[in-house]
């Protein structure tokens, strides 16, 4: 639930992007005590009485709803000995208040995809479920009730603290992570932004229960929080249901404190140095910056992509092509004070960083002496607004996204930021640079006295409400139809055809936000015989389909990609490869034309050849200590029969390295010429297109493209190993990893399916599960807890899997929890009372997925390999719906055998 900058792999960064809606919508009928605020391109603000902020956000485009309430609290106001009270609180609110005890259990019931988050300036609290006016009146309901009414109770306190501690020591694993703590503590004098969301252990460990309810009292309160509903809903009654619920909470006498500090120029270099066991070395370069609001953040926003984008920016063309990094990465922190740019650089296994780290900041620090570039500023800009674009036609993605713009300062930041970087010049961007990526205002190496020293910009606090002196919203789109996102009504509208080339394709042409579209084209190719023996080569040669081309190099196919506003992303080896497409409806044929020309002709340059082989071996020794790898590795290989070389066989850590480093070019080559060709594939796409021009764009592309050999799928028979507890040591991790397995004779259209998949519901999937209440509510182990069916539509071989993470200390009560759990199960059964829950739930969530246009691409596609129709899903939630608990019951006990049971155990057990 804690977020935002989590660098487990050290390169995890991204921008927050959103695109825009369009009119300004007519005002609706009032309740008494509402005003309305503002409207800026489709999103009007109302102010209740009391001091609620509320968003709208309306888009019937898909049948969905998110809500979203943020409050104004995060670590920045957290006190002396408060470090990680808002994070906490964050876990606390969901323990429930007297009217919604079992909050979990009702977000269960109901289909909700919900959570929250902790960062800086605010926490927020969402969810998006399938559009329905009970779920949606319910969900507003519980958000006023836990404003003012939550137990916030000590019980909860220490049953909860348990599994913060285990989101810590999930932290703790990481040395991507902490090292990011260690950089923004040492970037900050005084400053809470030094302080990490999660808070220090002593901290949190020691809260005293009277002090966190007197944070919640003072926080959580209408006046300050803003609450944002978008999706499908309809305006005047959402708005009622918040003068409803919001209304009668008071407005409250306490005046919440303004906070004034902001730290001064840094005056010199700062170095930080962290020694772990396990990983790949790290090097981080930290920058202050200004705030959100301050209009040189555009600037930061865009070199954070001139200097650390991959393959165009500067840091990747003078460190990875150089074999100096593995991979680079960058981000510019947009925060309500001053904040933070922050370069990263990952190593190979075994490098010294001295002469990297130099090379890197040189790079960083000599945009003074090597000017920006108008063709870096251009691509750049295009980068940051392609993604901006792409992200507004989603709904839910804008309810949440708000957040930030509203703990910024004002949420309309959400446009102002757009036009600053859409007018950036290359002055603004120069001067910026030349006055922030100083050394003396860097945070990497060690201090040294200089002479004349330079410094930045004194920080300044932001007069938000004066930025937008000149701002003129723009114009956005028009509302779009809504779409019954049914099985019958999806297979009715879908469209399907063949190629000459054996390429099947089905295309589901339908209304959507922002014209956006998605698609999934699956190549399949070879058998067992032919595919053996092939090493890393398949897998090298999907991840260079989109490295350059015949006739384009790989910066022209990025540079291509965001001219078209797109989106794609390709990965498979052995057998298949998916490629995945999001853009919009006027690009889409050229986007696939672009994907034809990546696919048949690709370039296979050595140098990339080299880059990704490094980045790939980086990988895998990242993962060799890190206990989920650890076990997920043993667990694949207990009982598995094949012998080396087979594609079934499961790999050691030594074998995969030792296979990348094998990978010769000519190698690469020879399999494209081999194996590619579209004989065996499908096309899905759903959203707005030309379905005339997206056909005439697949025959072009592929329509003559005919597969060299015949293609097989490689059978995945059921093979049941021998019942084992495998414990695997993971020294200095503190965290460790259960992981549970158990093949089952069965597929996803077997008669018994339905009822399986709602006994593991009610076991270990959902929020109100077995599994969750016991080990996570109940006793307070693990910050996380899940059984699921990897189900198998091919032949009966479907593996029922468990897995925990967890303090190593905890190993031997999550284990006796978990088999507890289990065997109750299997003993006494489910109840009615779950069984109704679980079927309200479950069929919810399917309906949820089926209005996902990604999901419904990926599923038509996958439906052309099968040859099935949506009828099948409907079959499915129809025998959901009839299930009785007795079926339930009698599913789980025929396949669920503990003492067939794999356990495999990772972590530090200094016991053993």
Do not use: C
């Amino acid at each position: 639930m804690f977020q935002k900058f989590i660098l487990a792999g050290a390169l995890a960064l991204g921008l927050l992007s959103s695109s825009l809606q369009a009119q300004t919508p007519a005002i609706p009928p009032l309740p008494q005590g509402m005003t309305s605020v503002t409207a800026v391109e489709g999103i009007s603000e109302y102010r209740l009485a009391n001091g609620l902020r509320l968003l709208l956000v309306p888009d019937s485009a898909k049948p969905t709803t998110t809500v979203n309430l943020t409050y104004h609290v995060g670590s920045r106001h957290e006190n002396y000995g408060e470090t990680g009270m808002a994070h906490l609180l964050e876990h606390l609110i969901f323990k429930g208040t007297p009217t919604n005890p079992n909050v979990w259990s009702e977000f269960t019931k109901r289909g909700l995809r919900a959570n929250g988050s902790t960062w800086f300036d605010r926490t927020n609290y969402f969810a998006s479920f399938a559009a329905n006016e009970d779920n949606l009146e319910w969900f507003l309901s519980w958000h006023a009730d836990a404003m003012v009414n939550s137990f916030i109770a000590k019980k909860d306190l220490d049953s909860e603290m348990t599994v913060v501690r285990n989101e810590m020591e999930m932290g703790e694993n990481s040395p991507g992570r902490i090292l990011y703590q260690k950089t923004l503590s040492a970037m900050y004098d005084w400053h809470n932004y030094s302080n990490d969301t999660i808070g220090a252990r002593s901290d949190v460990e020691n809260v005293d229960i009277a002090s966190l309810q007197a944070f919640y009292r003072r926080h959580y309160q209408p006046d300050n929080a803003t609450l944002v509903v978008s999706g499908k809903f309809d305006v005047p009654q959402v708005l009622e249901w918040v003068h409803e619920f919001f209304g009668p909470i008071p407005k409250p006498e306490r005046v919440v404190p303004v906070l004034y500090t902001i730290d001064p120029v840094q005056d010199g270099e700062r170095a930080v140095t962290l020694r772990r066991n396990g990983g790949t070395p790290l090097l981080y370069a930290g920058y202050h910056t200004p705030a959100a609001a301050h209009p040189d953040h555009a600037a930061m926003e865009v070199l954070t992509i001139v200097l650390g984008d991959a393959p165009s920016g500067r840091l990747h063309k003078r460190l990875v092509e150089k074999q100096l990094a593995a991979s680079v990465g960058a981000d510019a922190f947009g925060l309500y004070d001053p904040g933070v740019a922050l370069f990263i650089a990952e190593l190979p296994p075994g490098q010294e960083p001295g002469k990297t780290s130099a090379e890197m900041l040189s790079v960083i620090e000599s945009v003074a002496s090597e000017p920006i570039t108008a063709e870096e500023l251009k691509r750049a800009k295009s980068k940051w607004l392609k993604a901006w674009d792409l992200s507004f036609t989603n709904a839910e993605r804008v309810g949440v996204a708000l957040s930030e713009s509203v703990a910024q300062g004002d949420w309309r930041l959400y446009f102002l930021t757009r036009d600053r970087v859409r007018d950036l010049t290359l002055a603004d961007v120069q001067r910026v640079a030349t006055e922030r990526l100083l050394r003396s205002n860097r945070t990497l190496a060690t201090y040294l006295p200089t002479e004349n020293p330079q410094r930045a910009p004194v920080p300044k606090a932001v007069d938000v409400a004066a930025q937008f002196k000149d701002f003129k919203p723009q114009e956005g789109a028009a509302a779009v139809a809504a779409f019954d996102a049914s099985p019958a009504n999806i297979d009715a509208k879908t469209q399907t055809f063949e190629l000459a080339s054996g390429m099947e394709v089905a295309l589901l042409p339908k209304p959507t936000r922002g014209n956006a579209v998605q698609a999934t084209l699956a190549l399949h190719f070879g058998d067992a015989k032919s595919l053996a023996n092939q090493g890393a080569v398949p897998s090298m040669v999907a991840a260079l389909l989109n490295e350059g081309t015949r006739q384009l190099g790989r910066q022209e196919i990025r540079d291509r990609l965001d001219e078209l506003r797109a989106v794609v992303s390709i990965g498979g080896g052995n057998g298949e490869v998916n490629v995945g497409i999001s853009t919009r409806r006027e690009q889409l044929p050229a986007v696939i034309e672009l994907v034809g020309q990546m696919l048949r002709e690709p370039s296979f340059p050595p140098a990339v050849l080299e880059e990704q082989r490094s980045q790939a071996i980086t990988a895998v020794e990242q993962q060799r200590k890190e206990p989920a790898a650890v076990v997920d590795n043993a667990m694949a290989r207990h009982g598995n029969p094949y012998l080396r070389g087979d594609v079934r066989y499961a790999r050691t850590f030594d074998e995969i390295v030792a296979d990348l480093k094998a990978v010769q070019p000519e190698q690469v080559r020879d399999f494209h010429r081999r194996f590619y060709g579209a004989s065996n594939a499908e096309f899905g796409a759903s959203g707005d297109m030309d379905v005339a021009a997206v056909r005439r764009a697949l025959e072009s592309s592929f329509g003559d493209w005919k597969s060299p050999l015949p293609y097989a799928r490689v059978p995945n028979p059921l093979i049941v190993p021998e019942p084992a507890r495998l414990v695997l040591a993971t020294p200095d991790k503190q965290n460790a990893t259960m992981a549970v397995q158990l093949p089952l004779p069965i597929t996803d259209t077997d008669p018994d399916y339905p009822a399986l998949m709602l006994a593991n519901h009610m076991l270990g999937a959902g929020g109100n599960s077995r599994l969750w209440q016991r080990i996570r509510e109940k006793e307070g182990l693990s910050y996380g807890v899940y059984s699921g069916v990897r189900w198998n539509p091919f032949e009966p071989n479907s593996p029922w899997v468990a897995e925990a993470i967890f303090a190593p200390s905890n190993r031997a009560k999550v284990e006796a929890a978990f088999k507890g759990e289990l065997a109750r199960a299997l003993k006494d059964g489910f109840t009615a009372a779950e069984l109704n829950e679980a079927k309200r739930g479950l069929v919810s969530a399917r309906q949820l997925a089926r209005s996902q246009d990604a999901r419904l691409a990926s599923t038509l596609a996958g439906n052309l390999e099968l040859d099935r129709t949506f009828a099948l899903a409907q079959k499915v939630d129809d025998a959901l719906g009839r299930m009785t608990v007795e079926e339930a019951n009698a599913a789980l006990r025929k396949y669920i055998l503990p003492e067939q049971l794999v356990f495999a155990l990772g972590g530090d057990f200094k016991e053993e």
